[in-house]
Nanobody, 124 residues
Framework: QVQLVESGGGWVQAGGSLRLSCAASGRTFSTYAMGWFRQAPGKEREFVSIISRFGGNTYYSDSVKGRFTISRDNVKKTAYLQMNSLKPEDTAVYYC?????????????????WGQGTQVTVSS
C-alpha cells in the first residue's frame, strides 16, 4: 500500500513559479515511476509528466515541456514538480500518482495509487 500526499499548490500570477511536492509512505517508493497529472474544471484529467524509478528517464506533455521539471528524491520518498513560467491555462488540480514502469505513461488507469490533489491557480 502506498499513500501519496501532494503539497505546494497555491495562487500565483502568470509568469510565476511554484514547486509541488508529493510525499509517499511505505517502503517501496523507489520501485515506482512517479507521475503528475492535472484536471481543470469541466475537463478530463491529463498527463503532465513522469519520472522513472531512479530518475534516469523523464517525459513531459507538450504543453509543459521546457517550463516544468520533474524530479524525485528516493531517500526522502518525495517527488517534485517545479513549474516555471506559469500560464493561466495551467490552472488545475494537480495530482501525483505511482506506476510500475514508464510505458503507456499517459494512461491514467495504469497508475496504481493517487494523491488527493493540490490546487494551482494562475491569474493573468
Amino acid at each position: 500500500q502506498v499513500q501519496l500526499v501532494e503539497s505546494g499548490g497555491g495562487w500565483v500570477q502568470a509568469g510565476g513559479s511554484l514547486r509541488l511536492s508529493c510525499a509517499a509512505s511505505g517502503r517501496t517508493f523507489s520501485t515506482y515511476a512517479m507521475g503528475w497529472f492535472r484536471q481543470a474544471p469541466g475537463k478530463e484529467r491529463e498527463f503532465v509528466s513522469i519520472i522513472s524509478r531512479f530518475g534516469g528517464n523523464t517525459y513531459y506533455s507538450d504543453s509543459v515541456k521546457g517550463r516544468f521539471t520533474i524530479s524525485r528524491d528516493n531517500v526522502k520518498k518525495t517527488a517534485y514538480l517545479q513549474m516555471n513560467s506559469l500560464k493561466p491555462e495551467d490552472t488545475a488540480v494537480y495530482y501525483c500518482a505511482s506506476k510500475s514502469g514508464t510505458t503507456a505513461y499517459t494512461t491514467t488507469t495504469l497508475y496504481d495509487y493517487w494523491g488527493q490533489g493540490t490546487q494551482v491557480t494562475v491569474s493573468s
